[in-house]
């Protein structure tokens, strides 16, 4: 039965790697065409400012190339460790939904399902978002300050430091 988990294994591994040679190639496709674009609204002989469509078609543009780095960020990830990084697969579909509201058509204004729908993706990702960030809060953090603090002893005094054998104050930091 261990040959064919190895046999799994590998095709696994393989797979990842064509993956992300794909993602690569789709990477540097995506970048080429964002230069030669940017390359032809700034050094194009009109008259017309590209501050309008232009600007947005760019902006989608420089999105999918930084959408398209996520990916690769999480199969190299994945590949590495054998784990899957919930937080950067979060962060990757939050660019993703934000890259689909600034590159929004004119007219979208008339499809409420929509916008109601982008907006309900927005929120779910970012509160999942949330949520991840602070389940992974250095768990020693979180329990002290959801604790209340005790109480000190008679006579202890609380910002008083003490040597590093825990006997009284130490000079140097009461100079401090």
Do not use: C
């Not at 543009?61 to 784990?83: F, G, K, P």
């Not at 916008?115 to 990702?125: D, E, K, Q, V």
């Not at 991840?132 to 202890?156: C, F, H, M, N, Y």
């Amino acid at each position: 039965m261990p040959s064919f988990l190895n046999l799994v294994d590998w095709g696994e591994r393989v797979i990842v790697m064509v993956l992300t040679v794909i993602t690569v190639v789709v990477i540097i496709a995506a970048l080429i065409q964002l230069i030669v674009n940017v390359g032809n609204e700034l050094f194009a002989d009109s008259q017309q400012s590209w501050l309008g469509d232009d600007l947005i078609k760019v902006l989608g543009d420089l999105l999918t190339v930084l959408i398209a780095l996520e990916v690769l960020q999480n199969v190299t990830s994945y590949l590495r460790r054998h784990v899957v990084q919930i937080e950067l697969v979060l962060v990757t579909a939050l660019t993703a939904v934000a890259r689909k509201v600034i590159v929004l058509p004119p007219g979208s204004d008339d499809k409420p399902q929509l916008l109601a729908g982008l907006g309900i993706a927005s929120i779910a990702l970012a509160g999942a978002y949330w949520l991840v960030k602070r389940a992974t809060i250095d768990p020693a953090l979180s329990a002290r300050s959801r604790t209340k603090p005790t109480k000190l002893s008679q006579g202890e005094d609380q910002f008083v430091p003490h040597d590093a054998d825990g006997e009284g104050p130490n000079a140097a930091d009461l100079q401090r």
